[in-house]
T-cell receptor, first 113, second 114 residues
Framework: DAGVTQSPTHLIKTRGQQVTLRCSPK?????VSWYQQALGQGPQFIFQYYEEEERQRGNFPDRFSGHQFPNYSSELNVNALLLGDSALYLC????????????FGAGSRLTVL | SQQGEEDPQALSIQEGENATMNCSYKTSINNLQWYRQNSGRGLVHLILIRSNEREKHSGRLRVTLDTSKKSSSLLITASRAADTASYFC??????????????FGKGTLLTVNP
């Protein structure tokens, strides 16, 4: 039973570029959340998707956008990259029913030069 | 913004010793969870304690929750080198609605020396 898978694992971009990160949730999960984790910090909530709609959003600018597909997989897009966007981006999935426990992927490490 | 604040920020102990980490939070919660992260990898759920529970055990883990003080502690007994990781508390403010946003603290880096 595959857990949460994320791609790519590492990527390097330059300021002003755009990036797309991808996530496939754990089998049976229908809700996907994205978190940004800067070095030495805890994960910061970006947004959550359920039924292909953004349901909740953290304190992130509109440069951060996302999408959820009918198969529950999700993408995170970041436009006009800044140096401060360098971080580990974590995707987490869960089911709407039951306890609110997240299953995380291994993350995508983004470096902006 | 961070909801939980872990204390200490870093903890170094010898194998076999117990490790205690604390978490303080600010708002009312439905439950509090602890997660573990190995060196920049994904987080792994360890244990969940509901707001109406005061203590919970899972293997070598013991979690306490004091809602009057808005604090929790995680105790790892008989630590092993493999327990070396960062530990995060996460608060769930859900009260029966559809808000599933977990808010994480900054974490405690635990180093267990062989």
């Amino acid at each position: 039973d595959a857990g949460v898978t994320q791609s790519p694992t590492h990527l390097i971009k330059t300021r002003g570029q755009q990036v797309t990160l991808r996530c496939s949730p754990k089998s049976g999960h229908d809700t996907v959340s994205w978190y940004q984790q800067a070095l030495g910090q805890g994960p910061q909530f970006i947004f959550q998707y359920y039924e292909e709609e953004e349901r909740q959003r953290g304190n992130f600018p509109d440069r951060f956008s996302g999408h959820q597909f009918p198969n529950y997989s999700s993408e995170l897009n970041v436009n006009a990259l800044l140096l401060g966007d360098s971080a580990l981006y974590l995707c987490a999935s869960r089911t709407r029913a039951g306890a609110n426990v997240l299953t995380f992927g291994a993350g995508s490490r983004l470096t902006v030069l | 913004s961070q909801q939980g604040e872990e204390d200490p920020q870093a903890l170094s102990i010898q194998e076999g010793e117990n490790a205690t980490m604390n978490c303080s939070y600010k708002t009312s919660i439905n439950n509090l969870q602890w997660y573990r992260q190995n060196s920049g990898r994904g987080l792994v759920h360890l244990i969940l304690i509901r707001s109406n529970e005061r203590e919970k055990h899972s293997g070598r883990l013991r979690v306490t929750l004091d809602t009057s003080k808005k604090s929790s502690s995680l105790l790892i007994t008989a630590s092993r080198a493999a327990d070396t990781a960062s530990y995060f508390c996460a608060t769930d403010p859900t009260s029966g609605g559809s808000n599933y946003k977990l808010t994480f603290g900054k974490g405690t880096l635990l180093t267990v020396n062989p």
